[in-house]
């Protein structure tokens, strides 16, 4: 099968399975937030926080390496999968007592549902397979795996609210859902490829060499990702958390999309960086031009219409976090950029700055919100998070620069920049009305027709960026 055809493939399966559970994870944090109120919402959201923080520590950055080397070993893959399962397994089983003891200190109002998932922590380190689907062209299995998910949740969820409309029975259904999906995904996965239980220390040794600093990279940046909500929770309340993740859950949602979209792209750059570095180089630049393209005008029309989107999703409870919204869309394009750069760092095996970055950012991040949550509350957890972001792009850029050439087309960059200071400036003087929207989509498409952006790097991507 065609790289082009292959990326499609999978980019599509995954989508349907991810877009259904993201919706059905939306739906709920949106009932959620509707009937009862921002400081519930913020109790749920500082529980997924927690579950999500510890799941990712419990990696130690094994998944991405799980990626490329099912990709690239050509023998025994049935040994690899059952060592990576074993290792995954024993990882989770580490983190268990830690988990336990940090939810005691952390919420004790909190304990005892947290201390259940993270009992259950080892079974849900078996999401791990969609790289498995990818390589054996089971791309739907993926799929399969969330709707099955995302209709278990959703059951449970709704069962939770009419019977008994609390924060702990809700959390419930969502630790039982998570349970059920990784039986699933893992009865898929033996259907491609029945693990082979040999223990190989070769092969966790080799697995653990080149995740580690991986995983500290990964762990600092969960920290960096996640530090505001529990130091919202800490230093304000659960309102302000509420706040905060009704904007903030619109980041997840474009996170869920960027990971959807670069998962697939992690074998397809590995196998390039062994056989073609130049065109490696060009396909990593033509996909940073053209998400240019669509999220910049994204991010300048956002604080025209995202008091209309809260009030009219959550309610007008929830109206003040329009503002924290008008921040956070910019995080949502720089993940796309960092998150792709680091896919090409993997890619070409360079991974060492990930964790004294990751270290990085994450000091500045819990330095900014602890200096200003104090005073601006959630908007200063939300500028926080843009700065280091930032932060973490251009050093990841600097590291791409160093190893595989410039990347940046001024040229080009000129054209998309200025094609947004148009749109800009038309949204900004007719303001949000029909005849701006209208006036500025159509500007916005003329100029990167006339400044022929779209033929030379969107449909070059289309057309040339998977060619054999």
């Not at 990818?134 to 969330?146: D, E, G, I, M, T």
């Not at 209208?438 to 027709?449: H, V």
Request: with cysteine; net charge positive; proline share 4%.
């Amino acid at each position: 099968m065609k790289a082009s055809t292959s990326y499609i493939h999978n980019v599509s399966a995954q989508a349907i399975g991810r877009f259904f559970t993201s919706f059905i994870g939306i739906i709920i944090f949106i009932l959620i937030g509707r009937l009862m109120g921002p400081d519930e919402l913020g109790q749920f959201s500082y529980i997924l926080t927690f579950f999500g923080l510890l799941f990712i520590f419990s990696e130690v950055g094994t998944p991405s390496v799980f990626a490329k080397d099912i990709a690239q070993i050509k023998e025994a893959k049935d040994v690899y999968l059952a060592n990576y399962l074993v290792l995954r397994i024993g990882l989770a089983l580490l983190f268990i007592i830690p988990g336990i003891i940090a939810a005691y200190f952390l919420r004790k109002n909190l304990f005892v549902i947290l201390t259940i998932g993270v009992i259950f922590l080892p079974l849900f380190s078996l999401r791990v397979f969609e790289p498995l689907y990818q390589v054996y062209n089971k791309p739907l299995f993926s799929a399969y795996a969330s709707i099955f998910y995302g209709i278990i949740y959703i059951i449970l969820f709704v069962t939770a609210l009419l019977f008994l409309k609390n924060i702990f029975s809700i959390s419930l259904a969502y630790i039982i859902a998570n349970v059920f999906y990784a039986l699933f995904a893992l009865y898929l996965a033996t259907k491609i490829l029945k693990p082979k239980f040999a223990i190989k220390t070769t092969i966790i040794k080799g697995i653990m060499k080149l995740a580690l600093p991986l995983g500290v990279g990964s762990l600092f940046a969960t920290v960096n990702s996640h530090i505001d909500i529990f130091m919202l929770a800490s230093m304000k309340s659960d309102y302000e958390v509420g706040i905060y993740s009704a904007a903030y859950r619109f980041l997840d949602m474009s996170a869920v999309m960027v990971v959807t979209f670069i998962g697939p792209i992690v074998p397809i750059f590995s196998k390039w960086a062994v056989d073609d570095r130049s065109r490696l180089r060009e396909s990593y630049t033509q996909l940073i031009e053209t998400f240019s393209v669509i999220a910049l005008p994204v991010a300048i029309a956002t604080p025209l219409i995202s008091p209309l989107i809260l009030r009219s999703i959550y309610g007008p409870n929830f109206l003040a976090s329009a503002e924290v919204l008008n921040i956070l869309v910019w995080v949502g394009t720089l993940i796309f950029l960092s998150l792709l750069t680091m896919s090409l760092c993997l890619s070409i095996g360079i991974i060492h700055y990930a964790w004294w970055l990751s270290a990085l950012a994450a000091g500045v991040n819990i330095l900014l919100n602890y200096i200003w949550i104090p005073k601006y509350g959630y908007i200063g957890s939300a500028w926080a998070t843009v700065i280091c972001e930032l932060l973490i792009s251009g050093i990841a850029f600097f590291f791409v620069v160093k190893h595989i050439g410039n990347f940046i087309r001024f040229p080009i960059w000129t054209k998309i920049i200025f094609a947004n200071i148009a749109l800009c400036l038309i949204l900004y003087f007719i303001k949000i009305t029909c005849l701006g929207i209208i006036l500025g989509i159509i500007t916005y498409i003329f100029m990167i027709y006339f400044f022929n952006i779209i033929p030379e790097h969107f449909l070059s991507l289309v057309k040339n960026i998977f060619k054999k």
